[in-house]
């Protein structure tokens, strides 16, 4: 296997203008091979996608996804650059895909890690450094135990990170990206919002068995 060195990172990057922990992963899981790797970003649809990143996407659509019966409603805005790719079908198919996502995701509440707040990160990071298995552990080892912990969190509570539930193998994120490259435009998962029924209302205790006895007494 080739040594990953960054200079191969960027020859990569250079070539299919992906980003360089795109390029990274792609060279590990093709043992360095630059080719191969090469292919193995097209086939994920991650080449020439990061190119388009920081293009302008105001269209898109607000779409709408009830599931379990009325039980659990989606509401999700995806953007891209033109009308024109919003109303074809590979754009609502994908709109409607991360939709259903986040319907499947009852702990995802953000679009990406970028977006949690830090006051949020700072307190994990809080409750994370008081762990009582941590309690012996040098300061250097504690820190890095920590800062994996609170990554794996902080990536629970991201859309982008989740494995898409129509194919494990891709991350939400990847999904976008292949959309990026089949489109030719720049697609942002803008918000979303997700209505739970009955979320919030304090139901009454009721106990059944009583509540039979009693109307039969009646």
């Not at 999700?76 to 074809?88: L, M």
Request: aromatic share 4%; net charge negative.
């Amino acid at each position: 296997m080739a040594e990953i060195t960054a200079q191969l990172v960027k020859e990569l990057r250079d070539k299919i203008g992906a980003g360089m922990m795109d390029c990274k992963k792609a060279l590990k899981e093709n043992e360095g091979n630059l080719e191969k790797s090469i292919e193995w970003l097209r086939q994920k649809g991650i080449a020439s996608a990061d190119k388009k990143s920081g293009r302008t996407a105001a269209e898109g659509l607000v779409h709408s996804y009830i599931h379990f019966g009325g039980r659990i409603g989606v509401l999700v805005e995806v953007n891209c650059e033109t009308d024109f790719v919003a109303r074809g079908d590979r754009f609502k198919d994908l709109v409607n895909d991360v939709a259903m996502q986040i319907a499947a995701c009852p702990n995802v509440e953000y679009v990406s890690v970028a977006d949690i707040p830090q006051e949020m990160v700072a307190k994990e990071k809080e409750i994370e450094m008081g762990r009582d298995d941590l309690g012996k552990k040098p300061a250097n080892i504690k820190e890095k135990i920590v800062q994996g912990r609170i990554d794996k969190r902080l990536k629970e509570l991201s859309l982008l990170d989740q494995p898409y539930i129509k194919d494990q193998n891709l991350t939400i994120e990847e999904l976008v990206k292949q959309a990026i490259a089949e489109l030719g435009e720049n697609i942002q998962v803008r918000r979303f919002i997700r209505f739970n029924l009955g979320e919030g209302i304090e139901k009454a205790e009721t106990n059944f068995a009583e509540e039979v006895a009693a109307a039969a007494k009646g």
